[in-house]
């Protein structure tokens, strides 16, 4: 097992990429805490979970609210004794094009890609510190790498979680705490099929396979870590081609 006795805190593990990273992690001996808004789904990943034989409970929370995720890391804290993983994975997509983007959609792309991660890592690494040791997983996109056609919020929100977690990775290497932002290109996920509704998606990536580089990262070192990775379908063009 590559995780025996690591705690996971997830966030978006209700469905999707966090479920699956959720589950890829408990197979590994991980015990999980699954954080999210909808609480029928996050009990579906805790039985899934619990079923790989892993503790794990469900933190009802929406990342964009301070208060919630001031309390919702609380509790994980209390109840598992410490957190190693952190996984942001919570996302919000709206593609449309700029000039129809409104300020709410604007605000709200930013405050759940960016600032909820802004507020988990705040809530989490005061412990970590402390404890010299973490591991921190954003994923990202490939909008946070380049620009993409009717994704002005969503691709200034990724770029901005690049951004910080690269900023991340500099300022916590001396507490022994490893920050990666993960990239994938597309997943077939309800949030790909709502935001994206037209594309044929029959190539896609599943959640399985960003799960599967997710324990990647969170296995690196004592000497290694990776910044950003790239994960890209086998039928795309690669970045720059
Ligand atoms: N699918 C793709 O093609 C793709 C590609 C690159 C990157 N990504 C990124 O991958 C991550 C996961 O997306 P996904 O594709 O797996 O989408 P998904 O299947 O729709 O899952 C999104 C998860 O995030 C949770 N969530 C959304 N807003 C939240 C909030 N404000 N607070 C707490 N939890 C919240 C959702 O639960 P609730 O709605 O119940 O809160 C759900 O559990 C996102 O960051 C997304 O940007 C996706």
Not at 3 to 31: M, S, Y
Not at 38 to 57: D, F, I, M, Y
Not at 108 to 117: A, Q, S, Y
Not at 156 to 173: D, F, I, P, Y
Request: charged share 20%.
């Amino acid at each position: 097992m590559l995780f025996a006795g690591k705690r996971a805190l997830i966030t978006g593990a209700g469905r999707g990429i966090g479920r699956a990273i959720a589950l890829a992690f408990a197979e590994q001996g991980c015990d999980i805490a699954a954080a999210a808004r909808t609480e029928s789904e996050l009990a579906e990943t805790v039985a899934l979970a619990q079923q790989r034989g892993r503790r794990a409970a469900a933190y009802p929370c929406d990342v964009a609210d301070p208060d919630q995720v001031a309390a919702m890391a609380q509790a994980a804290l209390s109840d598992f004794g410490a957190i190693d993983i952190l996984v942001n994975n919570a996302g919000y997509a709206c593609f449309k094009p700029f000039m129809e983007l409104t300020l709410e959609e604007w605000r709200r792309t930013l405050d759940v890609n960016m600032t909820g991660i802004f507020l988990c890592c705040r809530a989490l690494l005061p412990h970590m510190i402390a404890r010299r040791s973490g591991c921190i997983i954003n994923i990202s996109s490939v909008s946070g790498l380049r620009p993409i056609m009717h994704q002005s919020a969503y691709c200034a929100s990724k770029h901005g979680v690049n951004g910080l977690s690269v900023t991340l990775a500099m300022e916590l290497k001396e507490h022994g705490i490893r920050v990666h932002a993960l990239c994938p290109g597309g997943v077939k996920t309800r949030l790909s099929d709502e935001a994206m509704p037209e594309r044929d998606k029959s190539d896609w990536m599943t959640p399985e396979e960003v799960a599967h580089t997710a324990l990647y990262l969170a296995t690196l070192g004592p000497n290694a870590t990776v910044d950003i990775v790239y994960l890209r379908r086998f039928g795309s063009v690669p970045l720059g081609g």
